[in-house]
């Protein structure tokens, strides 16, 4: 009896499912259908970048699974992002394109931030910004010609902007407060797409927007010279396609005006961020780290990516990673300036 009881019992254990630790990364993946969540509306370079990814990373994660895209905008990003970090299971199913100013808002202790991005497990990024360029971009038959027209005049601009937090929001209150530029800052368009829109019916003038992300989503009007370029942030040096734009840094000779634009810019470093929830299990979030880098350097990938004119010059995560600490660095008054500064009373 004693055998038969110890035979049961082996024989029992031997057909009981595997936990789901116990899983390898191609079982847990094959068949299996991954959400990438987009924290935009359509159109603009986050959901380029996003589809763009959605199309190629199956092809590199163990197991192939079907990669499905989930729109989840709001906040300029922080709805998708505090999801992704507390609600989100925890289990390599989903992951997430983040705005890059994300990050930055929890340095800046942000309230509405409910997550340390360090804890989160960090892709990587499409884009190091090495051929891109932040740019206050405007109607092409608006008076000014340069961005010092809207310094010290009675020439002004409407500009568009997310939600506290988002890039363009951000580095348009900047250019207001600290550059000194007559700039009117219209918050609460969910994208680059409609704002564009409204810039074709002249309800706003222009608005901050990525050299390659215009020409990626707004292709026509680029190439058509329907909008112009002011000023770029991103960069120390001019955009070689457009030497007579000048940088953020060549408007200001103050060392602290200095340190805050170089604070502010330190996202586009990791301009378009991929990330998944904190903790997963690590042989799943190597998986998907080691996917992300294996597709950035495939030749289908990056034919596609020329198509759309997104520039590839991907970092890891934890290039990523150090880049966020590296800005949790900065002294806390130059933190603390740039929130004053580019906060969303600040109008």
Same mark, same amino acid.
């Given at each position: ?7 049961? /019992? ?63 905008? @709001?906040?300029?990003?922080?709805? /998708? ?5 507390? *609600? ?5 199913? *989903? ?64 500009? @568009? ?75 120390? *040096? ?8 000048? *940088? ?38 190597? /998986? ?53 500064? /580019? ?5």
């Amino acid at each position: 009896m004693r055998s038969y009881s110890r035979l049961l /019992a082996v024989l029992t254990a031997f057909f009981l499912p595997l936990p789901v630790q116990a899983q390898s990364v191609e079982t847990f993946y094959r068949g299996r259908t991954v959400t990438l969540i987009i924290p935009t509306s359509p159109a603009g370079i986050n959901d380029i970048s996003g589809r763009l990814v959605s199309r190629h990373i199956g092809r590199f994660i163990p197991g192939n699974p079907n990669i499905v895209v989930q729109y989840n905008p @709001g906040a300029g990003g922080l709805v /998708a992002a505090n999801r992704i970090a507390n *609600t989100i299971e925890r289990d390599g199913a *989903t992951f997430s394109i983040m705005q890059r100013a994300v990050p930055q808002l929890a340095i800046q202790h942000d309230p509405t931030v409910k997550f340390d991005p360090l804890t989160l497990t960090w892709l990587g990024s499409l884009s190091s910004y090495a051929d891109d360029g932040y740019l206050l971009l405007v109607n092409a038959d608006h008076p000014a010609k340069t961005a010092l027209d809207l310094r010290g005049s009675t020439m002004r601009a409407k500009l @568009g902007a997310d939600q506290p937090g988002s890039t363009n929001s951000s580095f348009a209150y900047i250019a207001k407060n600290v550059l000194g530029l007559n700039i009117d800052v219209i918050r609460g368009y969910p994208g680059a797409a409609p704002m564009f829109l409204a810039m074709q019916g002249h309800e706003l003038d222009g608005q901050f927007i990525g050299y390659n992300s215009v020409r990626a989503g707004q292709a026509n009007l680029w190439n058509n010279k329907l909008v112009k370029p002011l000023l770029a942030f991103g960069r120390s *040096t001019r955009l070689k396609e457009l030497p007579d734009v000048p *940088t953020g840094h060549e408007l200001t000779d103050d060392p602290k005006k200095l340190a805050l634009i170089e604070f502010a810019e330190m996202p586009f470093f990791m301009a378009l961020p991929f990330v998944a929830p904190p903790q997963l299990p690590p042989e799943r979030a190597k /998986a998907l780290q080691d996917a992300f880098m294996k597709m950035v350097t495939d030749k289908a990938f990056l034919e596609d990516a020329g198509k759309v004119n997104i520039d590839i010059s991907a970092i890891d995560g934890n290039a990523v990673k150090q880049l966020i600490e590296r800005a949790s660095a900065t002294p806390r008054d130059v933190v603390d300036l740039y929130s004053q500064m /580019a906060g969303p009373d600040k109008n």
